[in-house]
C-alpha cells in the first residue's frame, strides 16, 4: 500500500506514530502531482517550496507533542476562492489573476492551527459559478475516472486532486451544490454543512446567503474530522454560529430506527437510471441495517431552480462590483475614463458565465423589477425552507441522488445554461435552506463513473447524516 | 404681473456619529491620520472580508430618534445600495432603505415669524465614503480609505420648510440635540454635519408640490442661505419663462455663487437595494429603548429653563450659554465650585465669547478647567485682584489653563491696599495734570477717567480702582 | 410567457453592471436573459401571498462588535495589491465630484 493510499485520519495516525513523516507525505502528493497535474489541471498554484517548509516545521511540532491534532502533518489542497496570506487566490478568473492576500480566511488559520500542510491552491469554475470548472480561467479540469469528462464544479480541482492522489484532502466551498456535485462526479466524499457552521471569512463571496465552505476526502471519517477542525464560531463573520457537536462522535456504525425519507420528487424525469437504480440500491443498504425508509413527496422541487439562479445572481452582481481595477486585480490597459476603465476592467477581466450572471443579477434588482424577481424569489425559499421543516418534522435524514446523470463529458455542458443549471436540481434547493448535506460514493455507472449518493439533514443535524453515511460506507466494507 | 411663489424645502442631512470605531471594523475614526493608515480588508473592500455592525452605531441612533419624537423600528435590516464610485471600496454602500431605525419623528423650531414643527421622516444608519483627491501632477486622482466606513446616520425631514431661516432654524435644532447627546460634534465645515437640501417652488396656494432638486456641497450656513436663495430664483426664473424643472442634484459651488447639475450618462441612479446578506438583523427590544432612554441628557430647553429658575440667570443668558454643550457644561461646573452664577456666566458670554471670536475657535473647543475659572472668580470676588488683571489672567487662563492662584503669586499682581502710598502716587499725579484737574472741576465728569488709568498705570495696574477714586474725590474736592 | 430584452434594456443593465459586451455578446445577453427570465417566470406559477421574504434563513440577531479600536495602521498590506499606488493612496483615472 502506498502512503497516497491512506485517509488522512489514517495518515496522520501513522506520522503521530512515527511510522511515517510528514515530510514523506508531502513529497509523496509532490510526486504524484508532478506524474498526474499535467494530464488533470487540479491545481491553479502549487507551493511546492511552501509546502515542504511547513511539513518540516510541523513534523518537528508533532515530534515535540506541540501539535496533537487529528490531522497534523496531512497535505491539504484549498480551492482558489478561499483567501490564503501570501498565496495567490485567483478565483479561477483573470480579474484576480495577480491578488495575493494579505490575510488568511479563518478556515485557512483552522487549518494551520491543526498542523496542516497546505499544497496549494485548486481550480475552479470561475467565482464558483458553474457545475463543470470548464469556466476556470487557467484551464479545464479533468475527471481522474475517466479525463475525456468534467470533474464537476465548481469545487471540481478540490474533487479531483482528491481523487488523484494529488492531496489527502481538499476544501470546496458549496453555493448551489458546489461541494456534492463534484465529490460524486469524482467518487469522493464532500459535505456542505449547515449554513454559519463554518467562517464565510476570507471565502471570496458568490452568493453570501448560501456560501458555505466543507470538506473532500476520501471517507466519512475524515469528513467528521476535518469538519471538527474548520467549524467555529467567527467573531468576524456576523452569520457565523459554529459547531454545535462533536461529529466525529456520530461515526456510529449504526442506523436501527433512523428515519430516513425519500422524496419521489428526486426519483422522476431527467434521473438517469443507471443512477436512480444505485441510490435506491443504497436505501435498500440502510435499510437492511435497521433504518425506517419512507417515501414522501417533498414538492417545489422544480422552483428551487429558478429562486436559486434569481438570488444567487443578484447577490453576486453585488459581490462582484468591488472588482473595479483600483484596489486589486487586473486593470485594463488602456481607457479614456474612469467608467471606461471599469468597464474594459471588468469587460476584459470576467469569463462568459460571470458576465452572465452579473448582468442577470443586475437586471432583477433593477428599479421595477426587484419585486417581480427578487422578492419573489425570497418568499420561494421561505416556501423551500418550509416543505423541508415539514419533512424533518417526520424524519431524521432525506436520501436522494446528487445528480441526474454521472459526469458529463468536457464540452458538453456550456453550450445550455438552462441544461447545465437543470444538473443541479437536487442540491440546489439545499443552499436555499441552509440545510447539511453530503455526498458519497453509491457505486460505478456502466461507463465507469463514479454515481453520488447525497444525505441530507436537518438544520445543525450533521450527526444524523454522518452517522447515516458511515454506516453505508461500513456495510460496503462488509458486504 | 408677477406671481408669488412659496418654496418648499426638506433636508437631508448626514450626521458622522463620534464612535472611536469605524461602522463594521475596528477601525479609528480618528482625524489627522497619514493616508489610508486607518483602513482594513473591510473597509477597503478586499475580497473575503465580512462587516460586522458596531452596537453604539445602533445607540447613538436610537438616542437622536427618541430626542427628536421618532418612533423606533425594533427589526431592522441593512440593505446594499450600489453604485460605482471610487470613494465607494466596495462599490456598494451599507445603508438602510427598507427598513430605517427611526420614522416619524418632529422637532420644534422656532424663527422670527414664531414656533413650528418640522416633521422628520426617518433617519437611517449607514457608512460614510473615501476622500478622493486631485492629484494636478499627474492629473488623476487618489483615493484614502481612511474615512471609508464611518458611522454616519443620514436625517431625513419632510418637506415643511419654506425659507432659508427655518432650515439654519432646523439644523441648529438638530445640532444642538445631537451635541447634547454627545453624539456627533456636527460641524458643517469638517464635514461631520452635511445637508443636502431638497428645493422646490409653487404658485402660492398651490395644492401640488412642484419638482424639486437636490442641492448637494453646502458647507457653512452662509452657503446654504445662499444656495437657497439661488435655487429658488432659479426655479422661478424657469417657470416664469415657460420652462419645467428637472428633478436632479446640483452641487453647489460657493466661491462662484451658482449650482451645475451633475449629470452622466454613466449614472443611472438606480441603486438596485438589497438586503444585505453579510449582516444579521438589528432587533431593538422595549427594555433597550428604555434603556437608551435612561440615558438621555437634560436638553437645551430644559436646561436653559433651570438655569433661569436654578440659578437665576436672566433668559438672554441662559439663551446664550446653552448653546453649545460645552459652554453649558463649563457653566454648571464652574459654578458648583463657586456659587456665583452670574459672574461665571458674565465670564462665558463675554470674555470668552470674545477670545474664541479672536482665535477663531468655537465654543465646543473650549480647553481650560472649570476649576481655574472658579478660582479666579474667586480671587477676584474676594479683592485678591482687580477686574483687570483678572481680565489678563483670565487670557492666560483661556490660552494655557494655568491656575490663576499660582499665577497671580508669582507674578505679583494681588491688589495694591496700600492707602498711604496710593494718596502720594496720586497726589503727583494730580499736580501732573491741572488741565484735567480744571475739566473736572468744570463739570466734566469723565476728566476723572483720565486720572484714574494713570493711577493704575503708576501702580503696575494693580491698585484697587475703587481706593482710587475715593483717594482721588478726596483731594480734588479740597 | 416569452419575455422581450431591448437593446436599451441590455445597454442600461451594462451602465449599471459596469460591463461593455460586443455586439455578439449582446445578442448573446439578450437571449441567454430571455431565457433566464422565461424560466424564472416559472416562480409565479407559486401563490406566494402572505409570505415573508426569507432573505436569512436563521433567526440569529443582534451580531455586534463593541466600540473598540482593533486595528493599526496596515497601510502597507491595504496598498499591496493595488495596480497604481501614489502617496500611500489608489491612483484613478481623473474624478469629478
Given at each position: ?7 488522512a485520519?489514517?495518515?496522520a495516525?501513522k506520522i503521530k506514530?512515527?511510522?511515517i513523516?510528514?515530510?514523506e ?7 504524484q ?9 487540479c ?9 515542504l517548509k511547513?511539513?518540516?516545521?510541523i513534523?518537528?511540532k508533532?515530534e515535540?507533542g ?8 496531512v497535505?491539504v ?6 483567501c490564503?496570506e501570501g498565496m495567490?487566490?485567483t ?5 484576480l489573476?495577480?491578488?495575493?492576500p ?6 485557512v488559520?483552522?487549518l494551520k492551527k491543526?498542523?496542516a ?11 464558483a ?10 484551464g479545464?479540469?479533468?475527471n481522474?475516472?475517466n479525463?475525456e ?7 471540481g ?13 481538499a ?11 463534484p ?11 449547515t449554513?454559519?457552521?463554518v467562517?464565510?471569512?476570507g471565502?471570496i ?14 471517507d ?31 461515526l456510529?456504525?449504526d442506523?436501527?430506527g433512523?428515519?430516513i ?5 428526486y426519483?422522476?424525469?431527467g ?11 443504497a436505501a ?13 413527496d ?7 431552480i429558478?429562486?436559486?439562479y434569481?438570488?444567487a445572481?443578484?447577490?453576486?452582481s ?21 467608467h471606461?476603465?471599469y468597464k474594459k ?6 469569463g462568459?458565465?460571470?458576465?452572465r ?5 443586475s437586471?432583477?434588482?433593477s428599479?421595477?423589477?426587484?419585486d ?10 421561505a ?10 418534522s417526520?424524519?431524521?435524514v432525506?436520501?436522494g ?7 458529463p ?8 445554461p438552462?441544461?447545465m443549471?437543470?444538473?443541479?436540481i437536487?442540491t440546489i434547493s ?12 453509491c457505486?460505478?455507472?456502466?461507463n465507469?463513473?463514479?454515481i453520488?449518493?447525497q ?8 450527526n ?8 453505508y460506507?461500513q456495510?460496503g466494507?462488509?458486504? | ?7 418648499v424645502i426638506?433636508?437631508e ?7 472611536k470605531?469605524?461602522i ?21 473592500g ?7 455592525l458596531?452596537k453604539?452605531?445602533v445607540?447613538y441612533a436610537t ?5 427628536t419624537n ?7 435590516k ?13 462599490n456598494?454602500q ?5 427598513l430605517?431605525?427611526?420614522r ?5 423650531i ?11 421622516h ?8 473615501g ?5 494636478e501632477?499627474?492629473?488623476c ?12 446616520i443620514e436625517?431625513v425631514?419632510?418637506?415643511d420648510?419654506?425659507s432659508?431661516e427655518e432650515?439654519?432654524?432646523y439644523l ?18 469638517e464635514?461631520?454635519?452635511r ?13 401640488e408640490?412642484g419638482t424639486?432638486t ?5 458647507n457653512?450656513?452662509k ?7 439661488n435655487?429658488?430664483?432659479?426655479q ?8 419645467s ?6 452641487r ?6 451658482y449650482?451645475?447639475?451633475m ?19 438589528v432587533?431593538?427590544?422595549d ?6 432612554k435612561s ?13 433661569i429658575?436654578e ?18 457644561d463649563?457653566?454648571?461646573?464652574t459654578t ?18 470674545k477670545l ?14 472649570p476649576e ?17 488683571v483678572a481680565?489678563d ?9 494655568i491656575?490663576?492662584e499660582?499665577?497671580?503669586e508669582?507674578?505679583?499682581l494681588k491688589?495694591?491696599n496700600?492707602?498711604?502710598?496710593l494718596?502720594?502716587t496720586i497726589?503727583e ?15 466734566k ?13 503708576a501702580?503696575g ?8 477714586n475715593?483717594?482721588?474725590k478726596?483731594?480734588?474736592?479740597r | ?8 434594456t441590455i445597454?442600461?443593465?451594462g451602465?449599471?453592471?459596469?460591463l ?6 449582446k ?7 430571455e ?5 424564472i417566470?416559472?416562480l409565479?406559477e ?7 421574504p426569507?432573505?436569512?434563513v436563521?433567526?440569529?440577531n ?10 493599526g ?6 496598498l ?18
Open positions: 500500500m502506498s502512503i497516497l493510499d491512506y485517509t485520519t489514517t495518515l495516525a506514530a512515527g511510522e513523516s510528514a515530510i507525505a508531502t513529497k509523496a502528493v509532490l510526486e502531482i508532478e506524474k498526474t497535474e499535467e494530464l488533470y489541471n491545481y491553479v498554484t502549487i507551493d511546492k517550496d511552501g509546502a511547513q511539513a518540516e516545521e513534523q518537528s508533532i515535540s506541540e501539535l496533537v491534532s487529528p490531522l497534523a502533518g497535505p489542497a484549498i480551492k482558489d476562492n478561499i490564503t495567490l487566490t478565483c479561477s478568473s483573470k480579474i489573476g495577480n491578488f495575493v494579505t490575510f488568511s480566511a479563518e478556515v488559520e483552522n491543526a498542523g500542510v497546505i499544497i496549494g491552491k485548486t481550480n475552479m469554475d470561475e467565482f459559478m458553474g457545475s463543470t470548472t470548464e469556466t476556470s480561467a487557467y479545464v479540469t479533468r481522474p475516472k479525463p469528462h468534467v470533474p464537476g464544479g465548481s469545487s480541482g478540490s474533487a479531483a486532486a482528491v481523487a488523484a492522489n494529488e492531496c489527502f484532502y476544501l470546496g466551498s458549496d453555493t448551489g451544490g458546489s461541494i456534492r456535485q465529490a460524486g462526479y469524482c467518487g469522493v466524499v464532500g459535505m456542505k454543512p449554513y454559519s457552521t467562517s464565510r471569512y471565502l463571496a458568490y452568493g453570501s446567503s448560501l456560501d458555505q465552505i466543507g470538506p473532500l476526502c476520501k466519512v471519517t475524515d469528513c467528521a474530522t476535518i469538519l471538527d477542525i474548520i467549524s467555529s464560531h467567527d467573531t468576524k463573520d456576523s452569520t457565523s454560529v459554529g459547531k454545535k457537536t462533536d461529529y466525529t462522535k456520530a456510529v456504525n442506523v436501527k433512523m428515519k425519507g425519500i422524496p419521489r420528487d426519483f422522476g424525469d434521473l438517469d437510471s443507471e443512477v436512480k437504480k444505485a441510490v435506491l440500491n435498500k443498504v440502510l435499510e437492511s441495517r435497521g433504518a425506517i425508509l419512507e417515501e414522501f417533498l414538492g417545489l422541487v422544480e422552483y428551487a429558478p429562486a436559486y434569481t438570488i445572481a443578484a447577490e453576486a453585488s459581490n462582484l462590483e468591488r472588482f473595479d481595477g483600483i484596489k486589486y486585480g487586473y486593470r485594463t490597459e488602456e481607457f479614456s475614463d474612469l471606461n476603465m476592467t471588468r469587460s476584459e477581466g470576467f462568459a458565465e460571470v458576465k450572471r452579473i448582468m442577470l443579477g437586471f432583477v434588482l428599479s421595477g423589477y426587484y417581480a424577481y427578487y422578492l419573489k424569489a425570497l418568499k420561494v425559499k416556501l423551500i425552507k418550509k416543505a423541508f421543516d415539514d419533512a424533518f417526520k424524519y431524521d432525506i436520501l441522488p446528487v445528480a441526474p446523470t454521472t459526469a463529458k468536457l464540452g458538453e455542458s456550456l453550450s445550455d438552462i441544461k443549471y437543470l444538473g443541479d437536487y439545499i443552499n436555499l435552506a441552509g440545510l447539511p448535506a453530503i455526498s458519497l460514493p457505486g460505478i455507472a456502466s465507469g463513473l463514479p453520488g449518493l444525505l441530507i439533514g436537518d438544520c445543525y443535524k450533521e444524523n447524516i454522518i452517522q447515516t453515511a458511515y454506516t460506507e456495510a466494507k462488509e458486504d | 404681473m408677477s406671481k408669488t411663489y412659496e418654496t426638506g433636508l442631512v448626514h450626521v458622522e456619529l463620534a464612535t470605531t469605524k463594521f471594523c475596528g477601525c479609528s475614526t480618528a482625524f489627522g491620520a497619514e493616508p489610508n493608515a486607518h483602513t482594513c480588508p473591510v473597509c477597503t478586499m475580497p473575503g472580508s465580512l462587516p460586522v458596531n453604539q452605531v445607540e438616542a437622536v430618534g427618541l430626542a421618532c418612533k423606533i423600528t425594533q427589526y431592522n441593512f440593505d446594499r445600495k450600489n453604485y460605482f464610485y471610487p470613494d465607494n471600496p466596495q456598494y451599507i445603508s438602510q432603505l427598507y430605517p431605525i427611526c416619524d419623528g418632529k422637532v420644534e422656532e424663527t422670527e415669524n414664531g414656533k413650528k414643527f418640522i416633521g422628520i426617518e433617519i437611517h444608519m449607514e457608512e460614510d465614503a476622500k478622493l483627491i486631485h492629484d501632477w499627474d492629473d486622482s487618489l483615493v484614502d480609505y481612511n474615512r471609508s466606513g464611518v458611522p454616519l436625517i425631514s419632510e418637506p420648510m419654506r432659508a432650515v439654519i432654524a441648529e435644532k438638530l445640532r444642538l440635540i445631537i451635541q447634547y447627546l454627545g453624539a456627533s460634534d456636527c460641524k458643517l465645515n464635514g461631520s454635519m445637508a443636502d437640501v431638497n428645493l422646490s417652488v409653487r404658485e402660492a396656494g398651490a395644492a408640490f424639486r437636490e442641492m448637494k456641497n453646502l457653512s450656513f452657503a446654504i442661505s445662499r444656495a437657497i436663495e435655487e429658488r430664483e432659479r422661478i426664473d424657469l417657470i416664469e419663462e415657460g420652462k424643472v428637472t428633478q436632479e442634484t446640483r453647489w459651488d460657493d466661491n462662484k455663487g449650482s451645475y447639475a449629470r452622466s450618462k454613466e449614472d443611472a441612479q438606480d441603486y438596485r437595494y438589497f438586503p444585505d446578506p453579510d449582516l444579521t438583523p432587533v431593538i427590544s427594555e433597550w429603548i428604555e434603556e437608551i440615558r438621555q441628557p437634560e436638553f437645551r430647553d430644559e436646561k436653559k429653563a433651570r438655569y429658575k440659578f437665576g440667570l436672566p433668559e438672554y443668558d441662559a439663551d446664550i450659554i446653552t448653546l453649545y454643550k460645552k459652554m453649558a463649563m457653566f454648571e461646573e458648583a465650585i463657586c456659587k456665583l452664577p452670574k459672574k461665571v456666566s458674565n465670564y462665558l458670554m463675554g470674555e470668552t465669547m474664541l471670536k479672536a482665535a477663531n475657535k468655537e465654543p465646543d473647543e473650549l480647553s481650560f478647567s481655574n475659572l472658579a478660582k479666579l472668580i474667586m480671587l477676584a470676588e474676594n479683592g485678591t485682584i482687580n477686574g483687570s481680565k489672567v483670565f487670557k492666560k487662563i483661556f490660552e494655557e489653563d491656575d490663576p499660582k499665577y497671580v508669582e507674578n505679583g491688589m495694591d496700600d492707602e498711604e502710598g494718596k502720594a497726589e499725579i494730580v499736580a501732573k495734570n491741572p488741565q484735567s484737574v480744571e475739566d473736572y472741576k468744570n463739570g465728569d469723565k476728566a476723572i477717567g483720565f486720572l484714574v488709568g494713570q493711577t493704575m498705570k501702580t495696574g494693580k491698585a484697587n480702582p475703587g481706593v482710587i475715593k483717594i482721588l478726596e483731594i480734588l474736592s | 410567457m416569452a419575455n422581450i430584452i431591448s437593446d436599451e445597454d442600461y443593465v451602465i449599471l453592471a459596469k461593455e459586451l460586443s455586439a455578439e455578446e445578442e448573446q445577453a439578450k437571449k441567454d436573459m431565457s433566464m427570465l422565461d424560466y417566470d416559472k409565479n407559486l401563490d406566494t401571498t402572505g409570505v415573508e426569507m432573505s436569512h436563521f433567526q440569529v443582534n451580531v455586534f462588535r463593541e466600540d473598540v479600536v482593533t486595528n495602521d496596515d497601510r502597507e498590506n491595504i499591496k495589491n493595488a495596480p497604481e499606488e501614489k502617496n500611500g493612496m489608489f491612483n484613478v483615472p481623473k474624478t469629478f465630484d
